[in-house]
């Protein structure tokens, strides 16, 4: 895509808009608030809407494209931005959730029928699903610490896969741990939304 990004920085998320754009999130190997997100549009060309991000990773979009929820790891947190979907462009960035926990750190991220956002949460086994009004409804536990993300499908979009990881982990932590790096499935009590397909 010709981002210009430095060799020490990869991508590490993406996702379609409502509008066939895809955003791409980028990160540094060892962490640094280096990395960007990306919007490329149809005809591959590439523009950029945020930077110093440490670790871009969850997005969702609200079921009639006007609200974007992002998350950047490091920061514990959700951040909800308004979202032109006639131009791609982000406006208005506010923390939309902030967690406490400083172990859990939010990864991955899925929006369902009704707008709970089911969020994957690395090194704390979990996805949580959060009602619109921003309280915790559910929490699925996983045999896994090192949860990645959760997204829907099956006929009625209420399959929930889950992935997880093995990063770093000791001999030791994967005997303890024999399913890490495993996807996962439950049924999900609310359907999720279909996912969006690139436009070019």
Known sequence: ?????PPDVRSNESKCDPAGRLLVGTMAFDYLPIGSLYSVEADGSVRRLLGELSIANGMAWSADGGTFYYIDSPLRRVDAFDYDL?????AGRRPYLTFDDRVAKPDGMSIDAEGGLWIAFWDAAE?????PDRSLDVVVHLPAAQVTSAVFGGPDLRDLYITTATSGLSAAALAEQ???????????????LLPHRFAG
Request: aromatic share 6%.
């Open 1 to 5: 895509m010709g981002l210009g990004e």
């Open 178 to 192: 024999p399913h890490a790096g495993g996807l996962f499935h439950v049924r999900a009590p609310v359907p999720g």
């Open 86 to 90: 006639a131009s791609g462009a982000i």
């Open 127 to 131: 996805v949580r699903r959060y009602d």
